[in-house]
């Protein structure tokens, strides 16, 4: 009863920090497994069954979406990762025919994956410099934004899910790359300039104020730096910068 | 040509990853042995409480409106059809005779002036948007003012409807509602539910009178003629015409005493030798020669009308 009172309380705190989310889905990774198995039949491979993924995410959106009169919190975690592992299956069925990367074939008596047989287009060696630019840039972007309070999981959780606020959005990013002073007031005052964006862009300020850390995080993209990002949000930037990239 | 959207992973965790997409959306999404820095052309986007709430909540929200939809237009038609279409007619007459149409919930929809007193009344009359009892209340008074009703007049109200029921409801409500504002304004009309007797009908009763003055003259044959037509009854075959008269008081009276005389004349008193009781000066109406094709068939008069004095015996 009292180690149930205090799953409830973990499951609360994780509800808004993230650390502790971590750690309370390190502490449930048997059940986790467990539950995985169920459905696979076998113990799963960490990194290579998108079941266990999935099970995961279940569970972390059975953290956010908790409420204490909804039962136990395990047996509720369990109903979301069946209907979760039920609609995977439901799109999978629809890519039948796709065989796996990692599907076994015989090459000259020795058992490879598929994967290893698949000729790369890519340079690796250009493709891993690429990648550890990019890391550098995300570490050095997620500093910045440390700056400000605000970690990438906060933005994503404030980040517009409706096409018509991630417009309003757009605009405000449009009138601040049209108005470089406003970029240089955030860098300096750590403050968004709200009067002056929300003018500019005649974007309401209440809109402006609910995805604050949003806002925050796409305009500290468009200072300088950050060319990797930038040239990832080709859609954002418009066709401009896509020609040029 | 548009690139297809692929993610860039910004930041893992056991449970999901948050990646960046090309259009600055920020996705957490299951962590599928992903690292940062990867890109990755398709995800398993993480599903928000509150969104799977919103979800149901705009399930709930459609099929409530749409079960609105299907109330208000059910109910808009009916409505309409209780406001707007035509239900029953008032037909009033004060003298200038009036037609009020009426919808069922008692809107007026329409007034015609039947007569020409009746066209002039509502020429200038504005019904649009007014209900039944106002609308024969300003009648009435308008037929006051251009003094087509005075004291002590008569209004009379006749609706006709789909529905009887309805109809005797409108002709109650219609006349409560004139003869408490006629009180009101002092009048004494009388309000009479039905059609009035107008100059047609007692038209009709002077013919009436007229042909019953035609009959008058018979009464004093009267009584001949009905022993024809008891006769004429009797025997069928006789030869003799069945020729039935209209009885009067009159002949009623002397049916009793006439048997004995006329059997041994003729068997009617139509036809006429010149001895016919029915007319002893010869001006008969109903004779104008003197002899008669029915006189071989007296004996069977005779045996008729002795019958019949046996039975009044």
Not at chain 2, 1 to 21: C, P
């Amino acid at each position: 009863m009292n180690a149930g009172h205090e799953l409830v309380e973990q499951v609360y705190a994780a509800k808004t920090d993230t650390e502790a989310a971590d750690s309370l889905i390190r502490r449930y990774m048997g059940f986790i497994r467990a539950e995985t198995a169920k459905y696979i039949h076998r113990a799963p491979v960490e990194g290579q069954d998108e079941e266990l993924s999935i099970v995961l995410l279940a569970f972390y959106e059975a953290i956010l979406g908790y409420e204490k009169n909804r039962g136990a919190f395990l047996s509720y975690a369990s109903r979301g990762i069946r209907s979760r592992i039920i609609d995977y299956y439901r799109k999978e069925k629809k890519h039948a025919k796709v065989t796996s990367l990692h599907e076994p074939v015989q090459d000259d008596d020795n058992e490879t994956w598929k994967i290893n047989q698949l000729e790369n287009p890519e340079n690796e060696i250009e493709k891993s410099h690429h990648t550890s630019a990019t890391r550098d840039e995300i570490q050095e972007y997620e500093k910045k934004l440390q700056e400000f309070g605000i970690s990438f999981s906060d933005v994503a959780d404030n980040c517009p899910r409706q096409e018509r606020t991630l417009q309003a959005c757009r605009r405000v990013l449009s009138a601040a790359r049209e108005n470089p002073g406003l970029l240089d007031e955030l860098l300096r005052t750590k403050k968004l300039p709200m009067a002056a964006l929300s003018e500019i862009s005649k974007t309401d300020k209440k809109t402006m104020e609910r995805h604050r850390k949003y806002l925050v995080a796409v305009l500290l993209a468009f200072t300088n730096g950050y060319e990797i990002i930038r040239g990832h949000l080709y859609h954002l930037t418009g066709n401009r910068e896509n020609s040029d990239t | 040509m548009e690139k297809e959207t692929n993610y860039l992973v910004l930041e893992v965790h056991n449970a999901y990853a948050v990646v960046l997409d090309n259009s600055g959306r920020f996705i957490k999404a299951a962590n599928c042995g992903y690292e940062v820095g990867d890109t990755v052309d398709s995800i398993i986007p993480m599903i928000y409480p509150q969104d799977k709430k919103k979800r149901t909540n705009n399930i709930i929200r459609l099929a409530a409106s749409l079960a609105a939809c299907i109330c208000l237009c059910v109910f808009g038609i009916y409505e309409y059809q209780f406001m707007y279409t035509e239900y029953g007619s008032v037909h009033m007459q004060i003298n200038p005779e009036v037609e009020i149409t009426l919808s069922r919930s008692g809107r007026v929809l329409d007034i015609e002036g039947e007569n020409a007193d009746g066209k002039e009344l509502v020429k200038d009359y504005e019904y649009k948007g007014k209900d039944k009892e106002t609308v024969v209340d300003e009648l009435a008074d308008l037929a006051i003012e251009q003094q087509y009703l005075a004291d002590a007049g008569r209004i009379s109200i006749e609706v006709d409807a789909r529905s009887d029921e309805w109809a005797k409801k409108m002709e109650t409500e219609i006349t409560d509602e004139l003869n408490d504002h006629l009180q009101r304004q002092g009048m004494a009309i009388e309000i009479t539910i039905g059609p009035v007797e107008d100059g047609n009908d007692t038209e009709d009763k002077e013919i009436l009178k007229e042909s019953q003055s035609v009959t008058i003259p018979i009464p004093g044959t009267a009584d001949k003629t009905d022993d024809s037509a008891a006769e004429s009854d009797d025997d069928s075959d006789d030869g003799v015409t069945d020729y039935s008269v209209p009885s009067s008081p009159s002949s009623a009276q002397s049916s009793s005493s006439a048997p004995s005389s006329a059997p041994a004349q003729s068997d009617s008193g139509y036809d006429s030798s010149g001895n016919s009781p029915y007319d002893s000066s010869g001006n008969s109406s109903y004779d104008s020669n003197g002899s008669s094709s029915y006189s071989d068939s007296s004996y069977s008069s005779t045996e008729s009308s002795s019958d019949d004095n046996d039975d009044d015996d």
